[in-house]
């Protein structure tokens, strides 16, 4: 399995950003697919998922600034970001959860948010 992010960087406050994951490996179809992130000295945690069937779920802090999709042609889930904040910076990693339960993980990619 291999998941491969892409699209993070600096930005300035007020900004957007367009993070992707590639997936190899998996039929990645069945998997709930999500985006997770990590600010130094805290926990990771999720921020956005999408189901098979294109259900999606976000964390609070992140509801009608950041879109979750996927292209299960291309075998990639993308994070939409919009107005992005300075709280927002964190290394972000593309997470797949397959039907047993089990789950892979991207790298990460670091996205950085001026004020």
């Known amino acids: 399995v291999q998941l491969v992010e892409s699209g993070g960087g600096l930005v300035q406050a007020g900004g957007s950003l367009r993070l992707s994951c590639a997936a190899s490996?998996?039929?990645?179809?069945?998997?709930?697919m999500g985006w997770y992130r990590q600010a130094p000295g805290k926990q990771r945690e999720l921020v956005a998922s999408?189901?098979?069937?294109?259900?999606?779920d976000y964390a609070d802090s992140v509801k009608g600034r950041f879109t979750i999709s996927r292209d299960n042609a291309k075998n990639t889930v993308y994070l939409q970001m919009n107005s992005l904040k300075p709280e927002d910076t964190a290394v972000y990693y593309c997470?797949?959860?397959?039907?047993?339960?089990?789950?892979?993980w991207g790298q990460g990619t670091q996205v950085t948010v001026s004020s």
């Open positions: 999408i189901t098979s069937s294109g259900s999606s």
């Open positions: 997470n797949a959860k397959g039907p047993r339960g089990g789950h892979d």
């Open positions: 490996g998996i039929f990645f179809r069945v998997y709930v």
